[in-house]
């Protein structure tokens, strides 16, 4: 009997570059920013990302623009979603339950914990100018600071799969 051994290559392509946002608002007030200064369009999308992590559901907000005209495609993502986990313990009585509250912060990419928002780009046919859109980004007043991320060195990478 013959052997069959089936080989899973990583079909993770590195088109896309990554930028790392530094700021406190929030993930709408981010967008509108964006868009005011650099020229995007971003809209929010219908549908977050969502995925369950130990029994709680997960949902971080995500941005987008297509610009047809140069054929890339904008991501911007929250890193952080807060979610609310509750506990009920029984103390034995009939009547006395005690139930205890905990916020749990989850992250998109665990091993950039300090990041607010990614901004996710992708071109299939030209390379973005990512010094022009990080300069103006880091222009914005309620930015901390923004750079460019290196996705080669990135270990949950596969949560930036937004298709």
Same mark, same amino acid.
């Given at each position: 009997m013959a052997i069959h051994?089936?080989?899973l290559d990583d079909d993770f392509n590195n088109e896309f570059s990554l930028i790392a946002i530094h700021c406190s608002e929030e993930a709408y007030k981010m967008a509108y920013m964006l868009n005011k200064h650099v020229p995007l369009q971003l809209v929010r999308k219908s549908l977050d990302i969502d995925f369950s992590n130990n029994g709680l559901e997960v949902t971080?907000?995500?941005f987008e623009y297509e610009d047809d005209l &140069?054929?890339?495609l904008y991501h911007l993502v929250s890193n952080k979603s807060? &979610?609310?986990s509750a506990k009920v313990h029984s103390s034995g009585g009939l009547f006395d339950k005690?139930? &205890?509250e905990?916020?749990?912060t989850t992250y998109l990419l665990k091993e950039h914990k300090n990041v607010d928002f990614f901004l996710k780009i992708h071109s299939d046919?030209?390379?973005v100018p990512i010094r022009n859109l990080l300069s103006t980004i880091n222009k914005i007043e309620q930015v901390i &600071?923004?750079?460019s991320i290196e996705i080669e060195h990135l270990k949950s990478k596969n949560n930036l799969i937004f298709n």
């Open positions: 051994k089936l080989i971080f907000p995500i &140069s054929y890339i807060k &979610s609310l005690i139930a &205890s905990k916020t749990v046919y030209e390379k &600071s923004a750079y």
